[in-house]
């Protein structure tokens, strides 16, 4: 196949790869079974442990991230059980809709879509009704670029009503802070091809004790995506199905390079570019989707599209024109909202010509960028 | 991380990848959602169905093939259905643990491990059971190195029932013969990782009509393996989770490998270095565990390990001494023979790197080879 020329990718995810990463993902294949994957798995499981904080057990499942929150809804519910989630864009929906695919009764705990999800809402959804079992928030909504306060609600969910908390952090974990043992979470999933810096194929898991013990009695059907088999493989040093053993290979330097760089490090590196592409857009007189800037995402920036512009034709030539790759608006944000990733390897510069490329284009769409 | 040195992989998968499409998967990332990747889904779905001999619908998910076997059951059935299982091997089991944990009341044919599932035995339970809804079966499976008489089972289920047929053609596609429409398999799912020659990650399924049928009406739960969001996706270029886009860079190219060698040619391939390897093992008076060489499979070679050798010892010292990863036995297999796979990119020298391989060890673990 022809050579795929070089973007300005700036999707929320998958985003660029290292060249180092990529050189690693090259070694040769090696047996999945034998002892070189061992030590491989092992060693990227105790790695991504220190990226989640936790000492909970933690597997490496080969699927997009969505496996991994279907993993952790089927590996602690049964149907019937009673579940709130709470949702304020299409991954909190998609949560959502998980749960239900597998037969939960829930409760869908609605906010707007540009809002956080409210602590105290779910404190007196769980107040009103004690058969809750358990809790699912999207740590970070990438279609509106909204980081959810988790701790408030993990202190409400964990601290309070002692149920189980299931949390999406796709777009969070390796990004901004997310200590899984410091806020209680229990079970939280992610994926490879955000803040990891590796291509899409891999995603990660945590469970605590209390994750343990719903597992233990929950009946939601699961084969492919159960826990329990993964647990019984990794204590021999293997996944129970056949690996991405290609990803897993640039997993281990993205880890060693991650906590090489220090997780504080990491998460002010974000802070600071996605401070960087707020400024931007408001010196370009764009306005944010964030109704407060305080829960503007750290690693994605959604974007009003001004009025009477045509959202589609201007992210096309962005593209086209300027090579910078933005992703449109999901769901009812669809034509409303342009957004800019900016988690994993993403520089200053990467920023800088995402501005001068706004610049250029929006006045061909027909607004004058300041 | 430090470089893994190449070794002879002579596992049933993960096969070794050849240099060009490693520098293939090399490709820079790209956007999921934008026109380079539905150019480029477009293209292998058009391709694999060249490789599959089908005009059905199919679809590339990111996961092991055990997760395309996953998607062929709880798309087309619903708990409570009755499922006949013909198994002779650890994967003919899996394939039936996994309509079990799904609710499916599955009758269980089991035939010997080493000797093929028999057509006239499903025909009587076929016959026996009207209320029999689909037939799962392995058509070449892996543990035991035996390739099932799929062409015989296909015109019992299909031709004389008219039942849903269910194959696991994880390690066949692509090696051996397997024509999706000429023997009316109506879900057939296969792997990346074997005769495809790209890393293990994505899996690859194929529904025929009466497929789509029972897939209105099945009721097992499902979510990341939804086959009609999988459509509802591809109709627009996309895949429904984010899937594993290097990955899809290397098929691209393997497929057009194999598609410009000629399927014919593939297969011829396949079967002369079966041959070849089945010849060499014999000739150092070892004995295959297929009963029958006629269905000894052309992916994989399963030998019987002599009395009073120790099968994992060596298996261990074909690798540190002589650099040759061959696989153990699986379930109760395990100890009693090791297997060597010829399946994707293998060479005749490979193979007779292997023999002469053998032909060292086998000494050193008690076993005079002639």
């Known amino acids: 196949m022809q050579r795929i020329p070089t973007q300005n990718l700036r999707t929320p995810g998958p985003t660029p790869i290292p060249d180092d990463i990529v050189e690693a993902m090259s070694n040769p294949m090696i047996n ?20 989640f904080m936790t000492t909970n057990d933690l597997y490496v499942l080969t699927s997009s991230g969505t496996g991994a929150l279907e993993a952790s809804v089927v590996n602690t519910l049964s149907p019937g059980d009673k579940v709130l989630s709470a949702t304020a864009g299409a991954f909190g929906d998609r949560f959502t809709d998980i749960a239900e695919a597998y037969g939960a009764e829930v409760q869908r705990l609605q906010f707007e879509w540009g809002a956080t999800v409210d602590a105290e809402d779910i404190r007196k959804c ?12 999207t740590h970070n909504e990438t279609s509106t670029g909204i980081t959810h306060p988790l701790a408030d609600v993990a202190s409400v969910v964990k601290g309070e009503f002692d149920k189980l908390l299931l949390v999406d952090a796709v777009s969070s974990l ?8 410091g806020w209680n979470c229990d079970l939280v999933g ?5 803040g990891f810096m590796i291509p899409p194929g891999l995603a990660f898991i945590s469970i605590s004790e209390a994750g343990h013990e719903a597992q233990a009695s929950a ?12 647990q019984s493989y990794l204590e021999r040093g293997q996944t129970p199905w056949t690996p991405a053993v ?12 991650l906590l090489g760089e220090g997780l504080e490090n990491v998460y002010e590196r974000h802070t600071k570019i996605a401070q960087m592409t707020r400024e931007g857009i408001k010196n370009l007189g764009l306005e944010l989707l964030a109704q407060d800037e305080t829960y503007a995402s750290d690693t994605v920036t959604a974007i009003k599209i001004p009025e009477n512009i045509d959202g589609a034709k201007f992210v096309g030539m962005m593209r086209t024109e300027e090579n910078v790759v933005l992703a449109g608006g999901q769901g009812k944000l669809t034509g409303r909202i342009f957004r800019i990733g900016h988690m994993g390897a993403v520089t200053a510069s990467n920023i800088e010509e995402v501005m001068e490329a706004i610049k250029l284009v929006l006045p061909k769409v027909g607004f004058s960028a300041r």
Chains 1, 2 share one sequence.
Do not use: W
Request: aromatic share 8%; with cysteine; charged share 20%.
């Open 32 to 51: 999945h079974r034998g002892p070189e994957f061992l030590e491989l798995l092992n060693r990227v499981t105790e790695q991504l442990k220190q990226v």
């Open 190 to 194: 992610t994926a490879s091809q955000k």
């Open 219 to 230: 009946t939601m059907p699961r084969f492919y995506f159960d826990l329990a088999e993964a």
């Open 126 to 137: 769980l107040r009103q009704d004690p058969q809750i079992k358990a809790v699912l928030v």
């Open 246 to 257: 290609s990803a897993l290979y640039g997993l281990s330097l993205a880890l060693g390079k």
């Open 174 to 181: 390796a990004c901004v802070p997310l200590p899984v043992d």
